[in-house]
């Protein structure tokens, strides 16, 4: 059964850094691409980054271009997003999810716990 399973999250300072992972089980990561995605209080759930199930194509969203980093690594399964320089409008419930292609906004299975990222001084 396809499962992700998202950690890393914490309080951090602003300009601070994260690593957030997503580990999956059920299938392995060259089936799906997979996406990160967060939820601010009162604000819809928007795309933060994506890797290709190749893992040779990766896609930001604008917000955090230059800031944030994804990668996978097909041994531990496990995607992760590193974050640097970190502001408190990054604060949110951070999400992955496979998808059948970066850009998808249909998501395989349904979504996880989250972790939540809180950027504040």
């Known amino acids: 059964q396809l499962q992700l399973v998202e950690s890393g999250g914490g309080l951090v300072q602003p300009g601070g850094s994260l690593r957030l992972s997503c580990a999956a089980s059920g299938f392995t990561l060259d089936r799906y691409a997979i996406g990160w995605f967060r939820q601010a209080p009162g604000k819809e759930r928007e795309g933060v980054s994506c890797?290709?199930?190749?893992?040779?194509?990766?896609t930001y969203a604008d917000s955090v271009k230059g800031r944030f980093t994804i990668s996978g690594d097909s041994a531990k399964n496990t995607v992760y997003l590193q974050m640097n320089s970190l502001k408190p409008e990054d604060t949110a419930v951070y999400y992955c999810?496979?998808?059948?292609?970066?850009?998808?906004?249909?998501?395989?299975?349904?979504w996880g716990q989250g972790t939540q990222v809180t950027v504040s001084s």
């Open positions: 999810a496979a998808t059948g292609f970066c850009g998808s906004r249909l998501i395989v299975g349904s």
């Open positions: 890797i290709s199930k190749s893992g040779g194509s990766t």
